[in-house]
C-alpha cells in the first residue's frame, strides 16, 4: 500500500512558477513509477507528466514548461511548473504505479488527494 500527499498549489498570475510535491509512503518508493495528472473544472483528468527508470513524459501542453524530478532518498516527487498559464488552472494529481511510467491514469493503482493550482491571467 502507498499513499501519497500533494503539496505545493497555490494561486499564482500567469507566467509564474510553482513547485508541487508528492510525499509517498513505503520503502519500495524507488521501484515505483510516479505520475501527475490534472483536472480542471468540467473536465475530465487527464495526463500531465510522469517518470520512471524508463524515463520521463510530458503532455505535449506542459513540454518545455513543466518538469518531473524525484528524490527517492527522500521519497517525494516534484513537479516544476514554469511559464504558468491560465489554462493550466486545475487539481492537480500525484499518482503511483509498479514498474513503468504509464500515460493513462487506469494505469495507476495509487493516488493523492489532489492540490490546487490556480492561474490568473
Known amino acids: 500500500q502507498v499513499q501519497l500527499v500533494e503539496s505545493g498549489g497555490g494561486l499564482v498570475q500567469a507566467g509564474g512558477s510553482l513547485r508541487l510535491s508528492c510525499a509517498a509512503s513505503?520503502?519500495?518508493?524507488?521501484?515505483?513509477?510516479m505520475g501527475w495528472f490534472r483536472q480542471a473544472p468540467g473536465k475530465e483528468r487527464e495526463f500531465v507528466t510522469a517518470?520512471?527508470?524508463?524515463?520521463?513524459y510530458y503532455a505535449d501542453s506542459v513540454k518545455g514548461r513543466f518538469t518531473i524530478s524525484r528524490d527517492n532518498a527522500e521519497n517525494t516527487v516534484y513537479l516544476q511548473m514554469n511559464s504558468l498559464k491560465p489554462e493550466d488552472t486545475a487539481v492537480y494529481y500525484c499518482?503511483?504505479?509498479?514498474?513503468?511510467?504509464?500515460?493513462?491514469?487506469?494505469?495507476?493503482?495509487?493516488w493523492g488527494q489532489g492540490t490546487q493550482v490556480t492561474v490568473s491571467s
Open positions: 499518482a503511483a504505479r509498479r514498474d513503468v511510467a504509464r500515460l493513462a491514469e487506469y494505469d495507476y493503482d495509487y
Open positions: 513505503g520503502r519500495t518508493f524507488s521501484s515505483y513509477a
Open positions: 517518470i520512471s527508470g524508463s524515463g520521463s
